[in-house]
């Protein structure tokens, strides 16, 4: 790594920072371009490989907002939030991927999504060079940025796209704003401005914009205090204005409750402690990662968890005796704990820690490395010392390549991804209850080693905050391996750990899956009537009179009546409003079939294909009930229907 030089001074009117280093023509055009080009590089094992399937599928194919790429998906996707998110910006450059996209292929969709990377690499340069008036270090910090495994989560994770956005036009927008405060004109401080809102707009955690401004104000930006502030005053009041916008009129952000880290806010502050020295030794050595992690949530381990704000407080003042830019060594530490403050634990969080939140402070942590070992530098002097500190910092380099293009295949598939997870981060529940999850909806199924999964995602620390998505696989399949084992004293004692964090309604489902699986189906069916009331057993037998003698099909004739409210409803309003009322409904009609009740099972089934023709579950719970009773001319053309819905939807 090169000489960091000396610490640049300045008083008065002056900039604290020196002019950004000069390039030449061939590293301002070719060696720049290559650099935005190197995620490619890096990557590129990755380019034929599909949606992972967590929320890739959610943004780029589930996106009802981009109408398939059409032309209506470009004004609704600025009128509407989406996944509980307003982000436009990132919706338009999905928008551009299903537009542009043919077929199942993902490889347009990979390299827009590494470019953004290139860009955010190319932005790490720029400020890097301007804030320190050395090319040789901000190439260092740039290449380490781009090699870093941290940064490999949101490379390899479509669904991160909203992450790579929102980095790169934050950086660009700080970037923007250092050039016009060392000269680079009125045209400079106008892009700052566009970029600002940009960045809002592709995601929220860019409120840390004015935050890093007033960072580079406060510790490098020359003029008057009064100066400085004002300086920071746009970006701030866009920023402002963005948040009560989405809390007020979008009526975003508000959040739902969740559970808070160590149960208070001041049990969070203690307890991100632990989670920031973590961070700092993913920067510099990136070890065992994953996605997600377990953190200690017991406030009653306070000695433990205030040593870990010691050594965290310990490692800035240690950098700061041994740096020798001082300025820039605070300006690098404030700008990385602001980039992170979205992402700690004030407020509660579904995830308390994932590096693709480290990944926003990333450049300033490893410009802090780079100062580290360029001090390091001058104070051997000797040369033979500085040719092995250069050595040692492309090892380094080669190292953190090694373990980024290792984690390509875990990105391959979401069995693989969950696969890793339990085995670098065994210890916490998320991982096990993802694991559970796709062991049980592979082809074919692993039953035993899902509910052994989910055993031990409920003996995790954590688990409770298992997703929603995985909590109800993990429930499920760990009562049923629980009581295969253990007998059913022990399956219900863990089926009740699990549903104190559910629904009544999610508690039936569970409840009447659990007896399904294990084939006790009149009990299922017991469970699962208690939502189909006497108003929907009504609607089923009105539509399954229709279509008993096969003449008529569910959907054939429009809706049928809504069972709450009489009123005329669309295919898709019931399964919107309440989902798990159409899947304990479509359950309820195969525990008929079971039980011995194949005309039950039937009228119900086809209310179901009725509301929604176009589901797969209602549609396979529909042929099975015609099967049951003979009915196999329209058992035939609901299986016709499936197969033209594939069809469709791989067009």
Not at 135 to 147: H, R
């Amino acid at each position: 790594m090169p000489d960091a030089g000396p610490e640049p001074i300045g008083s008065g009117q002056q900039l604290v920072t020196p002019p950004a280093a000069s390039m030449s023509p061939f590293l301002r055009w070719y060696a720049l371009a290559a650099l935005v080009l190197l995620p490619l590089v890096v990557y590129c094992r990755s380019l034929s490989s599909g949606l992972l399937g967590l929320d890739d599928t959610i943004y780029f194919q589930s996106n009802v907002l981009l109408h398939s790429g059409g032309l209506a998906g470009l004004k609704e996707l600025w009128t509407r939030p989406y996944f509980d998110d307003y982000a436009p910006i990132t919706q338009l450059t999905i928008w551009v991927d299903t537009a542009l996209r043919h077929g199942d292929s993902c490889v347009l969709i990979r390299v827009h999504h590494l470019l953004w990377m290139g860009l955010c690499a190319l932005a790490v340069f720029q400020i890097m060079r301007r804030v320190s008036g050395h090319v040789g270090l901000s190439w260092a910090v740039a290449l380490l940025y781009v090699l870093h495994p941290v940064s490999a989560e949101s490379a390899l994770w479509v669904a991160e796209r909203k992450n790579l956005v929102g980095i790169a036009l934050s950086l660009w927008s700080v970037e923007r704003h250092i050039a016009w405060r060392q000269g680079a004109g009125r045209v400079a401080l106008a892009a700052s401005l566009v970029l600002c809102p940009l960045a809002l707009l592709a995601k929220a955690h860019a409120v840390i914009i004015p935050a890093v401004i007033a960072c580079y104000e406060a510790f490098l930006g020359g003029g008057s205090r009064v100066r400085r502030v004002v300086e920071v005053l746009p970006s701030g009041i866009m920023t402002l204005l963005f948040v009560v916008g989405c809390m007020m009129v979008i009526h975003l952000y508000h959040g739902t409750v969740r559970m808070q880290v160590g149960g208070s806010l001041a049990a969070s502050v203690l307890c991100d402690g632990a989670i920031l020295a973590r961070y700092l030794m993913h920067v510099v050595l990136p070890y065992h990662l994953a996605i997600f992690y377990c953190v200690i949530e017991d406030p009653q381990r306070w000695p433990a968890l205030l040593g870990w704000w010691l050594a965290v407080l310990g490692a800035v003042a240690l950098s700061m005796v041994v740096v020798r830019e001082r300025r820039l060594a605070l300006f690098a530490w404030c700008a990385a704990g602001c980039s992170i403050l979205p992402a700690i634990n004030l407020k509660p969080l579904p995830v308390p820690m994932s590096d693709h939140y480290l990944q926003w402070s990333l450049p300033w942590l490893l410009l802090i490395l780079a100062l580290l070992v360029s001090s390091l530098m001058q104070y051997a002097r000797g040369r033979e010392w500085q040719a092995s500190a250069r050595w040692a910092t492309c090892g380094y380099a080669a190292f953190l390549l090694l373990i980024s293009v290792a984690r390509i295949p875990e990105f391959s598939s979401q069995a693989k991804l969950a696969q890793t997870g339990v085995l670098n981060q065994g210890d916490c529940a998320i991982n096990w209850g993802m694991y559970c999850f796709t062991q049980q909806y592979k082809s074919p199924p692993d039953v035993r080693e899902a509910g052994r999964a989910g055993m031990i995602a409920y003996s995790c620390t954590d688990y409770k905050r298992i997703f929603a998505t995985y909590q109800n696989s993990c429930a499920i399949m760990a009562a049923v391996e629980c009581r295969r084992l253990y007998g059913e004293q022990a399956s219900r004692q863990l089926l009740a750990k699990a549903m104190s964090l559910m629904s009544k309604e999610v508690q039936c489902y569970v409840q009447g899956m659990v007896y399904f699986n294990e084939g006790r189906y009149a009990e299922a069916t017991a469970v699962l009537s208690g939502p189909y009331t006497p108003s929907v057993q009504e609607a089923a037998r009105s539509v399954g009179g229709l279509c008993r003698s096969g003449d008529q099909q569910p959907w054939d004739f429009p809706s049928a009546v809504d069972p709450e409210d009489r009123q005329t409803v669309d295919p898709n309003r019931i399964r919107q409003r309440n989902a798990f009322s159409f899947q304990i409904f479509c359950l309820l009609s195969e525990s008929y079939c079971q039980a011995g009740d194949p005309a039950s099972a039937f009228d119900l089934a086809a209310l179901l294909v009725n509301m929604d023709p176009g589901n797969t579950d209602a549609l396979n719970v529909y042929i099975f009930a015609c099967q049951q009773l003979g009915l196999l001319h329209s058992a035939e053309l609901a299986r016709q229907r499936i197969v033209a819905a594939g069809a469709a939807a791989t067009d």
